[in-house]
């Protein structure tokens, strides 16, 4: 996988919030139809470098390239552009209430293209195929099972064909047995479209599963890139410490929680 093109770009990414840093110097890669999954502990800085990669927020410093694209280069209208070749499953599915299972699907269909009734109707049905919701289309969320919630967004987030998926905490909620389903159809839109797919998770025995290599994430910074192997095997205590859930003696030093909780406190006043 070494010369595979590269379609995600960070280096030395440095990101705030308030007067915080969250990201300190983070570097990695993405590349072409490859599966990376994002871990770290509580507060390690992940659904930040998700939003990074989706390019939602400015960093502080570092460069930043997607689909070989500097996005600091880019217009409001080219980023707006990038922005249709990315996909994005919402940890909650994220589906409105108030519309059927196809119009959710069909969306982005409406909103970003100029086809016809007929052939988006087209395009959700098939979609609805490969995520096993065949003729679930006119149902609306409320009628559908956590697992099917899931599915459906997977469908919304691959309707126009996207260059990338990103996928937040995809198993969250779901029990073993739809969890690993829909690890399966996460490996399957992989390979039928061939994208690069980022996923962030918590969990260890999916993200075994799916993941092409792995970043741990840990206090904002990079501990760890590589294979599933690699990482089962790595030496590091802090690293076997997340694989066995083992609880670090790491007593907090109680001015610079007076400080992070101060400038919290005074970023939470000023946007208030």
């Known amino acids: ?21 969250i990201l300190q110097g983070v570097s990695m890669d993405v590349r072409e139809g490859e599966i990376m999954v994002i871990m770290g502990g509580s507060g390690s800085g992940k659904s930040t470098l998700l939003r990074y990669l989706m390019a939602l927020e400015t960093p502080t410093s570092g460069t930043m390239r997607i689909l070989d694209r500097d996005i600091s280069e880019l217009s409001m209208k080219e980023m707006f552009a990038l922005r249709k070749k990315l ?9 409105f209430s108030s519309m059927t299972v196809g119009e959710n699907i069909m969306l982005p269909l409406f909103e970003h293209t100029d086809l016809d009734r007929q052939t988006m109707d087209i395009m959700v049905r098939l979609k609805l195929e490969v995520v096993d919701l065949a003729g ?22 691959v309707i126009m064909d996207p260059r990338i998926l990103f996928c937040d905490e995809p198993s969250a909620g779901l029990d073993p ?6 690890d399966d159809l996460i490996l399957r839109l992989r390979d039928a479209m061939g994208m690069a797919i980022v996923v962030v998770t918590h969990e260890l025995e999916s993200a075994f599963k799916i993941a092409d290599r792995i970043t741990v994430l840990d206090r904002g910074k990079i501990l760890f890139i590589g294979t599933v192997e690699e990482l089962r095997n790595h030496p590091s205590e802090r690293i076997q410490n997340l694989l066995n859930r083992r609880m670090e003696d790491d007593p907090v030093d109680p001015d610079e929680y007076l400080r992070r909780l101060m400038g919290e406190k005074m970023q939470e006043g000023a946007t208030a």
């Open 1 to 21: 996988m070494a010369d595979t093109r590269k379609m995600i770009e960070v280096e030395d990414l440095v990101t705030h919030y308030g007067t915080r840093m």
């Open 136 to 157: 679930f289309e006119d149902l609306t969320p409320a009628e559908l099972s956590g697992g099917m919630i899931k599915r459906a967004a997977f469908a919304r987030a």
């Open 177 to 182: 047995v739809v969890s690993s389903a829909l």
């Open 87 to 95: 996909g994005v499953a919402f940890q909650g599915g994220a589906l």
